[in-house]
């Protein structure tokens, strides 16, 4: 059982930075991890991921723009946002999901972003 709680988000201005943080309560080598976002009257969508430090990969949207990093020894993954816009606004979720028992499946509860003037 992992828990997960992230940290970092506010408001922000358009243009403007901000970086999440997660922290995990266990060992996360395993485990692929990821952020989330969900939008008002949006499905929550996968922003990253990073498959155990194999690969990361972006949604459209963010890339050039938002940077995953994560250490397993510390127990913690990062988002780091450049150049917000309004349409980054959103709760954003982290994610844990282990590589080999796909059931074994976490989520924190979320931080608000908002970008605005």
């Known amino acids: 059982q992992v828990q997960l709680v992230e940290s970092g988000g506010g408001l922000v201005q358009p243009g403007g930075s901000l970086r999440l943080s997660c922290g995990a309560s266990?060992?996360?080598?395993?485990?692929?991890m990821a952020w989330y976002r969900q939008a008002p009257g949006r499905q929550r969508e996968l922003v990253a991921i990073?498959?155990?430090?194999?690969?990361?990969n972006y949604t459209d949207s963010v890339k050039g723009r938002f940077t995953l990093s994560r250490d397993n020894a510390e127990r913690k993954i990062w988002l780091h946002m450049d150049s917000l816009k309004p349409d980054d606004t959103a709760v954003y979720y982290c994610n844990a999901r282990h590589v080999f028992r796909e059931d074994y499946e976490f989520w924190g509860r979320g931080t608000q972003v908002t970008v605005s003037s």
């Open positions: 266990g060992a996360i080598v395993v485990y692929d």
């Open positions: 990073d498959h155990t430090g194999g690969s990361i």
